[in-house]
């Protein structure tokens, strides 16, 4: 046992923060794949590597560490590994800015190593972060998607679900953005208002507005509500394109909106997504006017080679010149941007690559998995309920999982390598083999690459141990635990491909988190200047204080605001529980700890009764990931119940050397054991500095807290005692009397007697005697206390004499006072306020004072 001159005054978080960091091992965290243990594997979210392991990330991580430490405590077998999501556009952006290039400056090869050299590198600030966290990471299950044993399963999954027929070709129209030039998935447009001008002009003798002039060119058909009788004779006509002069049909849909403009409109390919649906609706023609790079194509004739915003300024000023521009309107709109270049995004149809979607097989996998909080199953059924198109995985870009596939240059064959060739990048290398077709040996490769939701939605396969010869051992995985924002994305791409893969639910239980809203309650912005980086809060108050933030910040799933107080409470709740972790060392420093002691004393048997409550609560709040919930009851108890309440009462029987002293010590040690265990995984650090000094090695190898107490009477009891000791405290208080100061003797009149081993007496400083019979008190009147407020202005000159007739009344009449009293000769109303009797109490001739506590009556003779 350590000596109370070796407890250090203060705790001082970052020195022993490091000292545990250097201490810790990391294969203690290691999932073991031939452990009997039931197994836990958590499909950890790979992290976009930015270099920075930003609020949100905390976040979710810190709730992840939680239930690892947990479960591993509850005796299981964890898998908590770390990926890295590496794909994708924002580090080619990275990389073009921070060396002044384009994609298509370097060779496809040079551009990749820059942006692997870049990927490594933020990869290796990010772990910095997640070891400070104390994050109980499984880094021998650590994967890096970039990597060739990994990309190799995206490969390999993707061969699978072209053999199965998920995965297939075809020209259609996808969302594209003309900056990245690479088409996008419909989970990756944002939405943004915008102003822009309507502009309606005669289109061929109809009325037409339109937002997008430049997409004349592209336009296919004119569109008119069937029952529009304005138009009735235009059916089966044609019209004449203003300015370009080719011919379209007139169709009726009933879409369109009659009492919208003139009630006609232009379709075009493609201006929307219902551009697109009456395109394939009415089978209309193609029209491609608008390139990869956002230009103008051959069919916009003069306009060639113009960018989208040139052409319809000249668009514009010719049909000025034409006088067919007939007015111009401001509009609000909300346009759909690529989500990393804010580019409004543009609807090219173009060969590219989809995943077939099959929205009942989602729906019926996402309804076999439990869903945390159960709400957030909504959002999905939701999303799968809207989907209208497949999955578009093709990218026409560099830094991405190329896509395994050739075709022969003379008779167009699809050819695919074989699975044990995986990895291959079909640019660099040519098939094994002749085409199987034709038997020629030229090839030209896929030069698309992969979407890299295709990498990170097998992560769960590829941590469970998929390799293709069947479904791992510890698949599927026990929890996914993720943001809301990725529900439409990460979730749901995980559950299709699970399905398609293996025909199982990909994990049993999905826990979603909230995001971190910045301090104002904005979404944190560099451009609102409110963003909070975990490795400030790291610096100002340390891990364990940012970790009890995240438990305490909201209910599992809600947005939390950050907030400095948070974190600040929590500090100080370290520094309390620091003073309790003193107070009990000390104590059990001085010998007359006994685990065989039997627990007599009222307040011991109360406190393990509270104890046992706070395990129970904590336990259940645990098991359904609350994690606010079981961090404020560990809380509440050691503040409130422990140290507020029960070192106090037991303060003076740890002095003495009674018999009952054994007691205490050993009802401390085991809540001091029991708390250490609980918060072990709030505040890993803290947990481990306290419970080291018990000498029984680490907390976070320690099994779960067990411990449970029935008592009821010492429920009852105890509630009593603790609140009589309050009240009397307080009574103390307002007297002006130091809480220690002698207090004579003190009479609990109570229906049950409180065996209290004499520790309320030591507490109060009084001899205090419990008594189960009714109080006999007299009551005197001592004097009156006269409003002067309402006297005053009400009596003016007969004030003393009112006061005077009141001074006359008996007892009881001061008790119940009369309505009228005479005054002068004259009856005059008694005022409701006008005074109170002050009384003091007799018991046994002795003047007492009385504080009541509900029925309970205790009497003070000083
Ligand atoms: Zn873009
Ligand atoms: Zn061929």
């Not at 129209?173 to 990756?188: D, H, L, S």
């Amino acid at each position: 046992m350590v000596l109370p001159d070796q407890l250090p005054k203060n705790y001082d978080f970052a020195v022993v923060e490091e000292r545990w960091r250097n201490t810790w091992r990391d294969e203690d965290h290691y999932f073991l794949r031939n452990s009997n243990k039931p197994q836990f594997v958590i499909d950890t979210p790979p992290p976009y590597p930015t270099g920075n392991f930003h609020i949100g990330n905390a976040l979710n991580w810190c709730y992840i560490d939680f239930f690892a430490r947990y479960k591993r405590m509850k005796g299981y077998n964890v898998m908590f590994p770390q990926g890295w999501d590496c794909h994708g556009l924002p580090t080619e952006v990275k990389v073009e800015e921070l060396n002044h290039i384009t994609k298509n400056d370097v060779s496809r090869e040079e551009f990749r190593r820059l942006c692997r050299e870049l990927t490594i590198k933020n990869i290796g600030q990010m772990r910095i972060t997640l070891r400070k966290m104390a994050f109980s990471t499984d880094w021998s299950n650590e994967y890096i998607t970039m990597m060739p044993e990994y990309y190799a399963k995206t490969q390999l999954s993707f061969l699978r679900m072209l053999t199965n027929g998920y995965i297939y070709q075809s020209e259609h129209p996808v969302n594209y953005c003309t900056r990245c030039e690479t088409a996008i998935a419909f989970a990756e447009v944002a939405y943004e208002d915008r102003k822009t001008q309507l502009n309606y002009f005669d289109f061929d003798g109809i009325e037409i507005a339109t937002t997008r002039p430049e997409l004349l060119a592209a336009c296919v058909a004119v569109a008119v509500h069937p029952d529009d009788e304005r138009y009735h004779a235009l059916k089966g006509t044609t019209k004449k394109v203003p300015l370009f002069l080719h011919e379209v049909p007139v169709v009726l849909d009933e879409a369109v909106d009659p009492a919208f403009g003139s009630g006609a409109v232009m379709i075009c390919t493609f201006g929307d997504k219902q551009d697109v649906h009456w395109w394939k609706q009415h089978q209309l023609a193609l029209r491609k006017a608008i390139d990869r790079t956002g230009r103008m194509t051959e069919i916009a004739g003069k306009y060639a080679g113009l960018n989208t915003t040139e052409c319809r300024d000249r668009i514009l000023t010719d049909m000025k010149e034409k006088q067919i521009l007939k007015r111009q309107e401001d509009l609000e709109q909300r346009v759909g941007t690529c989500w990393r270049c804010k580019t409004p995004i543009e609807i090219l149809s173009e060969r590219q690559w989809f995943v077939k979607i099959k929205p009942a097989e989602i729906l019926d996998a996402a309804h076999q998995i439990k869903w945390y909080p159960e709400h957030m199953l909504l959002r999905m059924e939701n999303w799968v309920e809207q989907m209208e198109w497949d999955w578009c995985i093709s990218r026409q870009r560099v830094f991405a999982t190329p896509i395994p596939v050739w075709f022969c240059k003379k008779c167009g064959e699809m050819v695919v390598p074989g699975e044990k060739d995986l990895p291959v990048d079909p640019t660099l290398v040519q098939p094994k083999h002749a085409c199987p077709k034709c038997g020629a040996n030229d090839f030209s490769a896929e030069e698309d690459v992969l979407d890299t939701w295709m990498d990170s939605s097998i992560s769960v396969l590829n941590v469970t141990g998929w390799d293709g010869s069947g479904t791992p051992k510890c698949f599927p995985a026990q929890i996914r635990p993720q943001g809301h924002d990725i529900i439409r994305t990460w979730a749901f791409y995980t559950i299709l491909r699970a399905v398609a893969l293996t025909g199982q639910i990909p994990w049993e239980e999905i826990l979603v988190n909230g995001m971190v809203l910045g301090e104002d309650g904005f979404k944190m912005s560099k451009s609102r200047g409110n963003i909070i980086v975990p490795e400030e809060i790291l610096v100002k108050y340390g891990a364990d204080a940012l970790r009890q933030w995240g438990a305490m910040g909201a209910a599992t799933g809600s947005d939390i605001m950050f907030n400095w107080n948070d974190v600040v409470s929590a500090s100080r709740f370290q520094t309390k529980m620091w003073n309790i972790a003193k107070f009990v060392l000390i104590q059990l420093a001085k010998g007359g700890y006994d685990k065989e002691a039997p627990v007599t004393a009222l307040a011991d048997r109360w406190l393990l009764v509270r104890l046992s409550d706070t395990i129970r609560t904590v336990n259940n709040a645990m098991e359904h990931y609350q994690f606010d919930t079981a961090l404020k009851a560990i809380r509440e108890f050691a503040w409130d119940v422990l140290a507020d309440n029960y070192i106090e009462l037991v303060k003076g029987r740890l002095y003495t050397h009674d018999a009952s002293r054994k007691s205490a010590c050993l009802v401390l040690h085991t809540a001091y054991d029991a708390l250490c265990r609980m918060l072990a995984p709030f505040t890993p650090y803290f947990a481990e500095e306290c419970f080291s000094y018990l000498n029984c090695g680490s907390v976070h190898k320690q099994p779960w807290v067990a411990f449970t107490y029935d008592d009821d009477e010492a429920r009852k009891e105890g509630d009593l005692l603790v609140k009589v000791v309050a009240e009397v405290r307080k009574y103390k208080h307002d007297q002006g009397l130091a809480l220690n100061a002698p207090l004579g003797k003190v009479t609990v009149y109570a229906p049950l007697t409180a065996h209290d081993e004499g520790d309320t007496g030591r507490t109060l400083n009084a001899a205090v005697h419990w008594r189960t019979d009714a109080a006999k008190l007299d009551r005197v009147v001592t004097g009156i206390d006269f409003n002067r407020a309402v006297i005053g202005p009400k009596f003016r000159k007969q004030a003393q004499a009112f006061m005077s007739a009141i001074k006359a009344l008996s007892p009881e009449e001061l008790a119940h006072p009369p309505k009228t009293i005479q005054l002068d000769g004259a009856d005059v109303e008694v005022p409701e306020d006008a005074f109170a009797p002050n009384y003091s109490y007799m018991e046994e001739g002795a003047k007492v004072d009385v504080v009541t506590i509900g029925d309970v009556i205790v009497t003070i003779a000083k």
